[in-house]
T-cell receptor, first 115, second 116 residues
Framework: AQSVAQPEDQVNVAEGNPLTVKCTYS??????LFWYVQYPNRGLQFLLK??????LVKGSYGFEAEFNKSQTSFHLKKPSALVSDSALYFCAVRDGAGGSYIPTFGRGTSLIVHP | DSGVTQTPKHLITATGQRVTLRCSPRSGDLSVYWYQQSLDQGLQFLIQ???????AKGNILERFSAQQFPDLHSELNLSSLELGDSALYFC???????????????FGPGTRLTVL
């Protein structure tokens, strides 16, 4: 079975500071990992994914994520936060060992960037 | 703009009623997914269709059904509506079911359903 956890309901950061949104996962095989962002009254928007290869994945809008197999984590990061980054962020995982092709989404983390 | 369209944007109805939500996937995408988003349950996968056939089922109630038509658009039918069905319903599409776990999904803007 596959599962994903976003341990923080909300993350607060000042504009210009680095931000981290945490995600941990559990799978039987290799994980396929995704980050999505949801702005108010909008659908989810793909940010980046890790399938294989380099542990540091770069995505849209200056975001990146680091895959850590030993810690089963895939934290989302950005060196300098913008007020416009304020949104709901979802981590998703699919177990590469097979079974369902449907990724499991975390409950989401609300990122608030203060001016 | 993801290329996925959903109609209507808002829907207000009464308990016991039946509604139909419509989704058109991105051009070229054969796979369509339906999700329900609510404050207490988060984002819940309901059902997936690929090229007209049901491929995966999630936490979809028996009162709910879906189908995908030959032109690849999909409809989600919700019947005997209850207050608890009030939520945002999203449609998403991706290239193919076989690679669904590798390819990202493209989400529509959602339909906000309010059951009074």
């Amino acid at each position: 079975a596959q599962s994903v956890a976003q341990p923080e309901d909300q993350v607060n950061v000042a504009e210009g500071n680095p931000l981290t949104v945490k995600c941990t996962y559990s799978v039987s095989g290799n994980p396929y990992l995704f980050w999505y962002v949801q702005y108010p009254n909008r659908g989810l928007q793909f940010l980046l994914k890790y399938i294989t290869g380099d542990n540091l994945v770069k995505g849209s809008y200056g975001f990146e994520a680091e895959f850590n197999k030993s810690q089963t984590s895939f934290h989302l990061k950005k060196p300098s936060a913008l007020v416009s980054d304020s949104a709901l962020y979802f981590c998703a995982v699919r177990d590469g060992a097979g079974g369902s092709y449907i990724p499991t989404f975390g409950r989401g983390t609300s990122l608030i960037v203060h001016p | 703009d993801s290329g996925v369209t959903q109609t209507p944007k808002h829907l207000i109805t009464a308990t016991g009623q039946r509604v139909t939500l419509r989704c058109s996937p991105r051009s070229g995408d054969l796979s369509v997914y339906w999700y329900q988003q609510s404050l207490d349950q988060g984002l819940q996968f309901l059902i997936q269709y690929y090229n007209g056939e049901e491929r995966a089922k999630g936490n979809i109630l028996e009162r709910f059904s879906a189908q995908q038509f030959p032109d690849l658009h999909s409809e989600l039918n919700l019947s005997s509506l209850e207050l608890g069905d009030s939520a945002l319903y999203f449609c998403a599409s991706s290239v193919a079911a076989r690679l669904a776990g590798l390819n990202e999904q493209f989400f529509g803007p959602g339909t906000r359903l309010t059951v009074l």
